[in-house]
């Protein structure tokens, strides 16, 4: 898998919902198929993630955590 973000989209700090509301905006500019990485410190945000990409088609491809920062990566559906 291509695990390259062609856009990203930092949420540090942030609380919940604002990392999701934050990822729909980033999602919005892309075209399917792309993926976007979210940088969130929240620590619900990679529950939040995936109950979002199953309650919309996108796929969470991966979940990193890097000295308390979580990188989410969501594949924005297909058309």
């Known amino acids: 898998m291509d695990w390259i973000p062609s856009a990203e989209v930092d949420a540090c700090g942030l609380p919940c919902p604002l990392p999701l509301l934050r990822a729909k905006k980033g999602l919005a500019e892309l075209v399917a198929g792309e993926v ?4 969130a410190t929240d620590p619900a ?9 199953d ?3 996108h796929v969470l491809e991966r979940v990193e955590e890097v000295e308390g920062v ?10």
Do not use: M, Q
Not at 70 to 79: D, G, I, P, Q, V
């Open 36 to 39: 976007l990485c979210v940088r």
């Open 45 to 53: 945000a990679p529950r939040d993630f995936a109950a979002y990409a």
């Open 55 to 57: 309650a919309t088609g």
């Open 70 to 79: 979580f990188l989410l990566y969501l594949r924005k559906r297909e058309a």
